[in-house]
T-cell receptor, first 115, second 109 residues
Framework: GAGVSQSPSNKVTEKGKDVELRCDPISGHTALYWYRQSLGQGLEFLIYFQGNSAPDKSGLPSDRFSAERTGGSVSTLTIQRTQQEDSAVYLC?????????????FGEGSRLTVL | AQRVTQPEKLLSVFKGAPVELKCNYSYSGSPELFWYVQYSRQRLQLLLRHISRESIKGFTADLNKGETSFHLKKPFAQEEDSAMYYCALGSGNFNKFYFGSGTKLNVKP
């Protein structure tokens, strides 16, 4: 695809349910990032993948959050037992990795609303 | 600790007026700084990076290590510049980017 693709674009769920958010990065991009964008809070770093490994998981807010990446491509962010404070836009970005110029290419985001 | 601060949540200027969006950072290493922009109903995208010393859409940003700032400037704002602007700090290996809270620029006709 031409850009980073995220799905679903919108998700409304009930408190306590699990959700999965998917990110399909630009082909050939080895680095993948997840951010959370809350109103007035800017972009909060969640996790970074280089290939399939996640050397930095320090941003995950709690053990309800997990992420994986398979085949060096698609990544899934899972939120278990969702809470209302999890409501936000979850952004995925990818970059070339090695020789990286530092440009992140963002998806359109997945808007999560927890009722 | 690494941090990026954008003190203004909203900045309103008239078309043709100069604009400066402030960004301050704290970082123990050698910083790599960027400005990202999000236009209405579009995805976040890179505007410029300090290592390129480039001017994009009339915007420039100078890294001032003494003041730990990377303010974004444009001498004559246009209505199409209205957007959300984020300052970002990249760690040495680009394995983490720290973003500020963003400044919404509103250019009035």
């Amino acid at each position: 695809g031409a850009g980073v693709s995220q799905s679903p674009s919108n998700k409304v769920t009930e408190k306590g349910k699990d959700v999965e958010l998917r990110c399909d990065p630009i082909s050939g991009h080895t680095a993948l990032y997840w951010y959370r964008q809350s109103l007035g809070q800017g972009l909060e770093f969640l996790i970074y993948f280089q290939g399939n490994s996640a050397p930095d998981k320090s941003g995950l807010p709690s053990d309800r959050f997990s992420a994986e990446r398979t085949g060096g491509s698609v990544s899934t962010l899972t939120i278990q037992r969702t809470q209302q404070e999890d409501s936000a836009v979850y952004l995925c970005a990818s970059s070339r990795g090695g020789g990286n110029t530092g440009e992140l290419f963002f998806g359109e985001g997945s808007r999560l609303t927890v009722l | 600790a690494q941090r990026v601060t954008q003190p203004e949540k909203l900045l309103s200027v008239f078309k043709g007026a100069p604009v400066e969006l402030k960004c301050n950072y704290s970082y123990s290493g050698s910083p790599e700084l960027f400005w990202y922009v999000q236009y209405s109903r579009q995805r976040l995208q890179l505007l410029l990076r300090h290592i390129s010393r480039e001017s994009i859409k009339g915007f420039t940003a100078d890294l001032n290590k003494g003041e730990t700032s990377f303010h974004l400037k444009k001498p004559f704002a246009q209505e199409e510049d209205s957007a959300m602007y984020y300052c970002a700090l990249g760690s040495g290996n680009f394995n983490k980017f720290y973003f500020g809270s963003g400044t919404k620029l509103n250019v009035k006709p």
